[in-house]
């Protein structure tokens, strides 16, 4: 399912420029307009979303601070004979 471009006035995308760039960022499409009619569309670069890729859980969930600790990890491997 793709979400729909954000649409932004022209004047609104000068305001708001690292807030667009940022959805740019996460795989968003930004549509800019003038006087209601679309005049630009931003969209993530291909060599950005490679970049990106592992990342497209960022400040979707934190992960605890010993997540990788050998308790951790035994907690989670336990029952499985490993």
Known sequence: MHKPAQEYDISEAQIH???IVERVERGEEVI?????TPV???V???QHAR???FGMFKDRFELP???DSNE???SVTE???V
């Open 72 to 74: 951790a990890n035994r």
């Open 79 to 81: 029952g499985w004979n």
């Open 32 to 36: 800019i307009e003038r006087a209601g």
């Open 17 to 19: 420029l690292p807030e």
């Open 51 to 53: 970049r990106t890729s």
């Open 65 to 67: 601070g010993d997540w």
């Open 44 to 46: 993530p670069s291909d």
């Open 40 to 42: 630009a569309k931003i």
